[in-house]
């Protein structure tokens, strides 16, 4: 079983900047890719950045260019580096991935419960 859990949602003014972070846990082999994916009521999930282990990135248009994920693979921590925020990324950001978890085995995609990030006009 792999937890993830993501901190460093909050209420920031647009044009800010916030870091999420997320943690993966368990019996993990491999986890490939990571990413950031957020949902806003009412609308379908959305991936926002994705990393792999070899650490080739991919972005929404929408926050290419103002969002940074990066990885730190010893750790297992996955991170989003955002700036110049803007009320309309207001959304809960979830982390997931793909794991391995045991030799053979099949690789699972795995979620996080979500961090609110609200970004005031």
């Known amino acids: 079983q792999v937890q993830l859990v993501e901190s460093g949602g909050g209420l920031v003014q647009a044009g800010g900047s916030l870091r999420l972070s997320c943690a993966a846990s368990g019996r993990i082999i491999s986890l490939n890719p990571m990413g950031w994916s957020r949902q806003v009521p009412g609308k379908e999930r959305e991936l926002v950045a994705r990393i792999t282990s070899g650490g080739s990135t991919t972005y929404a ?4 260019g103002r969002f940074t ?3 730190d693979n010893a750790k297992n921590m996955v991170y989003l580096q955002s ?4 009320p309309e ?3 809960v950001y ?5 794991a391995l978890t ?3 085995g099949l690789f699972r995609g795995y979620w996080g419960q979500g961090t609110q990030v609200t970004v005031s006009s």
């Open 61 to 64: 248009d929408s926050v290419k």
């Open 102 to 104: 045991s030799p053979g």
């Open 69 to 71: 994920i990066s990885m």
């Open 89 to 91: 990324d207001t959304a």
């Open 94 to 98: 979830y982390c997931n991935c793909n």
């Open 83 to 86: 700036s110049n925020l803007k």
